[in-house]
């Protein structure tokens, strides 16, 4: 198959940036209208962009208001978005799935930064450069992604050298997120009947929304989670919080997915086995690097770096992740929600660092075993 060329690839990066922006908004809009807050036609388009600029890490500003924390599960479905149309707009293979990808986020930031200066008003701003920056992100990485499956090229064309390397820390992200993402639902299973009791309090335009916005709250919850597992733990409000040690829970805001935070008080011995998750998943990081890694190239410092620095890429991604998941949700008990800052970060990189290691020093040690003993 024909790759395009470089001035072939705007058209279809120009349809998936503007094709996502209208889907999003469209979506968005329909959420809106079904609530009937806004008040006329223009208030209801300014507020659908406006929940698409937040989906992608803007910031909203409602006089003392503040929205910062980004709605996770609404940027998934924008990254979906963005890769079903990458798929249907790019015919051909692209030469470089990375230059395509900046194009398409590049398009997406204009549209952005354009779409907060439009809707900005006396009482109601956007944040300018959190908007563009934000398209710019949520928008080309996944547009990168989609045309590299495309192309049939591997992490975006990184070097054959450092493939075993990625292909481990994104199964170590893939493990901590995974762990994070089982407590939380079992969580949620244990405390059904509360979440039921919440479910019949709220009616915000039908069952079909509230349960949309549970799911698209899922994620944020499985990243408090992962922040909890890592040790720094979350907090809801000033008076309620989350760790490895204990629960404190203060008034808690009447959402049915919130019914997940555990009972209040210090946590059983069990809670040593949570502790060992991040490790696990920096161990399978270090083991699928090493496996990865062609025979001949296989020495014990290669195993034991290659694996720490799969282990150390996978922290910098979970911590950067939970970063995203803190801020501001609204007025009262939602003004400051999530991990504190940062703390998640400097957890995970060195402890699935550790955990990379150990994984590849292992099974460097059994390969080179069972060759000894053949």
């Known amino acids: 198959m024909p790759e395009s060329r470089a001035a072939d690839q705007w058209r279809p990066a120009i349809l998936t940036a503007v094709g996502t922006a209208v889907l999003s908004v469209l979506i968005a809009g329909a959420a809106a209208s079904s609530t009937a807050v806004a008040g006329s036609t223009a208030d209801l388009v300014r507020s659908a962009i406006r929940t698409w600029l937040v989906s992608m890490g803007a910031t909203l500003t409602a006089g003392e208001q503040r929205l910062d924390l980004v709605p996770i599960g609404a940027t998934i479905v924008v990254m979906v978005l963005v890769l079903v149309l990458t798929r249907l707009c790019l015919r051909t ?6 230059a395509f990808g ?68 994104a199964t170590g992200v893939i493990g901590l997120l995974g762990g994070a993402t089982v407590l939380t639902l079992v969580m949620l299973v244990l405390h059904l009947d509360r979440a039921s009791d919440l479910w019949a309090t709220l009616d915000p335009g039908g069952p079909v929304l509230l349960g949309a916005l549970c799911l698209l709250a899922l994620p944020t919850l499985v990243l408090w989670t992962t922040s909890v597992l890592l040790g720094p733990g979350f907090a809801l409000g000033p ?78 991604v979970i911590g950067i992740l939970v970063e995203t998941a803190r801020g501001g949700l609204g007025p009262g008990l939602l003004q400051s929600a999530g991990p504190p800052a940062w703390q998640s970060l400097l957890v995970a990189v060195p402890l699935l660092a550790a955990g990379g290691a150990l994984g590849a020093i292992g099974a460097h040690y059994r390969s080179a075993r069972d060759r000894a003993s053949s």
Request: aromatic letters at 6%.
């Open 239 to 316: 008076d309620t919080s989350v760790d490895l040690a204990g629960s404190s829970l203060g008034a808690v805001p009447g959402f049915p997915p919130l019914a997940a935070l555990p009972d209040p008080g210090p946590f059983g011995g069990w809670v040593v086995v949570l502790t060992l998750i991040p490790l696990a998943a920096g161990v399978a990081a270090g083991l699928v690097a090493h496996t990865r890694m062609p025979a001949k190239q296989r020495t014990w410092g290669r195993a034991a770096g290659d694996g720490a620095l799969a282990g150390a890429v996978a922290g910098a």
């Open 93 to 98: 293979p692209v030469a470089d799935p990375g």
């Open 102 to 169: 900046a194009m398409t986020g590049g398009v997406a930031g204009v549209l952005a930064g354009i779409c907060s200066a439009a809707t900005t008003t006396d009482a109601t701003t956007t944040s300018f450069v959190r908007a563009a920056f934000g398209a710019f992100v949520v928008v080309g990485l996944p547009a990168a992604w989609g045309a590299s499956r495309q192309a049939g090229v591997a992490w975006l064309g990184l070097a054959p050298r450092w493939i075993p390397v990625a292909d481990g820390a």
